[in-house]
């Protein structure tokens, strides 16, 4: 049974940083793509930053780049989400997903397995 589970989830300030985590049970942790995306309350879910199985290549959505990193240790099926200055409009649920696929999506159907969520409160 395949497990993703995020934590790390928070309120800040505007300019604050939070750093989320998600572990990962039950696949091939090192053959998957990393995804994480978000969705704010009332708003359809969203694409914020993808990495490759190997960790090699990265790619984020143009409002946070500067601002976000992503990154896994394969040897602890974890990746992380590293969030930096963050601002009101980064509040939502942020999910992390895994898909076995080469190159990596932004789209979310195209996504195999989810984690159940953690919220990120920015207040300004």
């Known amino acids: 049974q395949v497990q993703l589970v995020e934590s790390g989830g928070g309120s800040v300030q505007a300019g604050g940083s939070l750093r989320l985590s998600c572990a990962a049970s039950g696949l091939a942790f090192s053959t998957h793509a990393m995804g994480w995306f978000r969705q704010a309350q009332g708003k359809e879910r969203e694409f914020v930053a993808w990495i490759s199985n190997r960790g090699v290549t990265t790619y984020y959505v143009d409002s946070v780049k500067g601002r976000f990193t992503i990154s896994r240790d394969n040897a602890k099926n974890t990746v992380y989400l590293q969030m930096n200055s963050l601002k009101p409009e980064d509040t939502a649920v942020y999910y992390c997903?895994?898909?076995?696929?080469?190159?990596?999506?932004?789209?979310?159907?195209?996504?195999?397995?989810w984690g159940q969520g953690t919220q990120v409160t920015v207040s300004s």
């Open positions: 997903a895994a898909a076995k696929r080469f190159p990596p999506t932004t789209k979310v159907n195209e996504y195999d397995y």
